[in-house]
């Protein structure tokens, strides 16, 4: 089953891939890996997640920002790659979370990127992971999501 009609099912569809927000490009090409700079919880150009967890935001906010931030980042994958045939699979997610002092679970945050990418992806979805803690992301965003992802050639 492709990722479109897996994303279908769920309910969900990709968003736009959002413009960088400075001088860089979305997604970077070296060799068989794709880098795709932090993506944060927009949709139609609109940050719809915005301030810290524990604080504006709950924990089930907080993963609905990363799920969103995710849709982002496959929404950049597709646009790049034209699709979803050549995406080997994930590699490597870095998740930054803005968050409350005394705020632990950024890990749990990070779940609603990272169950979106198998619910979607399948064996493409398998990926390293880190979670950071911010006081304060840029546009202040609740999420941001950081991707590396292997390619077919």
């Known amino acids: 089953m492709s990722v479109e009609q897996k994303l279908q ?23 068989d890996l794709l880098f795709i700079s932090g993506q944060v919880p927009l949709r139609d150009g609109k940050l719809m997640y915005t301030g810290k967890v ?8 907080g993963q609905q920002a990363a799920q969103l931030t995710a849709l982002n980042v496959l929404a950049q ?19 930054h979370v803005s968050c409350v002092d005394g705020f632990y679970a950024q890990p749990a945050v990070l779940d609603g990127a990272s169950e979106l990418f198998a619910k979607v992806l399948g064996d493409k979805a398998g990926h390293a992971r880190s979670a950071f803690s911010h006081s304060q992301l840029p546009a202040n965003a609740t999420v941001i999501l950081v991707v590396i992802a292997q390619i077919r050639r």
């Open 77 to 95: 994958i597709r646009k790049h790659l034209g699709g979803f045939d050549r995406l080997d699979h994930i590699v490597r997610v870095e998740g």
């Open 9 to 31: 099912d769920l309910g969900l569809s990709l968003p736009n891939p959002p413009q960088p927000l400075g001088a860089y490009t979305a997604v970077s090409e070296a060799g």
């Open 54 to 61: 524990g604080d504006t935001q709950t924990l089930e906010e």
